[in-house]
């Protein structure tokens, strides 16, 4: 009898792949013996080569085409370069293969529209790894919300800090924290005001950013965004009518690892919850949601569902990163003969 296969190929073998992607496609051929690591590519052979070895794939390439048409994978996950995303994605999808891309989804509006229409065409599952999504700290927070809030929060507050991030491109890092608060208000952004405290002394483009936000759901949301702290760190702060939540997130094993999750009610504790106590691995590559995220995805395409977190749905996310490369004052969402439209 012939047995079944799932396999993966994977486009990228840089330092991001190997610390939180590959480890997680190894523990997932691990838990679903069907898979099949078929093969890993990268322009540096040597990386390729290495990322093979590592976490047990079957080839090495330096073509992704090449790659492809010998092993006709049943899924595909690129982890390239901003710069490349939108150009191999297209390919890999107008060759027919469902595909996982690191963010961002295109590096402005234009690009992720492109990428959108070459996915409805091609007709392919794709997804966006956005991780926070899937960070289990963060969806434990949205659980406790919907279990004692009756209707929306009042406010969100977010602490995004990184430690001497100088590039000036620092959006497309903040893109995560903008998705991040978007994902827990569970609502679009309707408008936002920014603001940018230069810091051209560190690097051309270098800022702290702030975004004080209105959700279509009413909630409103403080984004502080600081490139050049003394800490790695993600914290947020969510206030409703009697309760307040505290989640300081363990992203990238940082300050705040394990993390905690912390619900106030009338002043008094009502739960201190961990990390660590939330199972599925202690891993940084299974507490920051890269598991959960690629264990999705591989899973869906297995059952043909169209991910929540494909393309199209980042695009709003991408405009507001877009909004602070260009650093506007002001975004607005509208509503223009019943289709979206947005305003920065």
């Not at 991780?131 to 004692?148: A, F, G, Q, T, V």
């Not at 919850?273 to 264990?295: A, D, H, K, R, V």
Request: charged letters at 25%.
């Amino acid at each position: 009898m012939r047995i079944l296969s799932f396999k993966i190929c994977v486009i990228g073998c840089g330092e991001h792949a190997s610390k939180v992607h590959g480890p997680s496609y190894k523990k997932y051929a691990q838990v679903m013996k069907d898979t099949v690591l078929a093969g890993c590519c990268d322009l540096n052979e040597a990386n390729a080569l290495k990322f093979k070895e590592k976490f047990g794939f079957r080839k090495s390439y330096n073509d992704f085409r090449i790659m492809l048409k010998a092993e006709k994978p049943d899924a595909v996950c690129i982890i390239v370069p901003e710069k490349a995303v939108c150009q191999v994605s297209i390919a890999v999808m107008e060759m027919g293969y469902p595909v996982l891309i690191e963010k961002p989804p295109g590096l402005n509006k234009s690009e992720t529209l492109r990428m959108a229409a070459a996915a409805a065409k091609a007709g392919v599952i794709n997804q966006v790894a956005f991780n926070r999504r899937y960070l289990p700290l963060i969806n434990k927070l949205k659980e406790e919300i919907s279990y004692h809030i009756d209707g929306t929060p009042q406010s969100i507050f977010y602490e995004f800090y990184r430690n001497r991030r100088a590039e000036d491109n620092f959006e497309t890092t903040a893109i995560h924290g903008i998705d991040a608060v978007k994902h827990i208000a569970g609502s679009d952004y309707k408008e936002i005001k920014f603001a940018y405290q230069e810091l051209g002394y560190l690097g051309k483009n270098v800022a702290n950013i702030f975004l004080d936000c209105i959700f279509e759901n009413g909630i409103h949301a403080r984004l502080n965004f600081c490139p050049c702290a003394g800490v790695i760190l993600e914290r947020a702060v969510v206030n409703a009518y009697d309760h307040t939540f505290f989640l300081n997130t363990p992203i990238w094993d940082g300050f705040d690892t394990p993390g905690k999750l912390v619900h106030v009610k009338d002043g008094k504790l009502q739960e201190e919850i961990l990390g660590s106590q939330l199972g599925g691995g202690e891993e940084m590559f299974e507490t920051n949601g890269f598991y959960s995220e690629n264990y999705t995805f591989f899973n869906n395409v297995k059952k043909v569902i169209i991910n929540v977190d494909s393309i199209e749905s980042c695009l709003q996310v991408v405009e507001i990163a877009e909004c602070i490369e260009n650093r506007l004052s002001e975004y607005h969402k509208e509503e223009n003969n019943g289709k979206n439209m947005s305003r920065c």
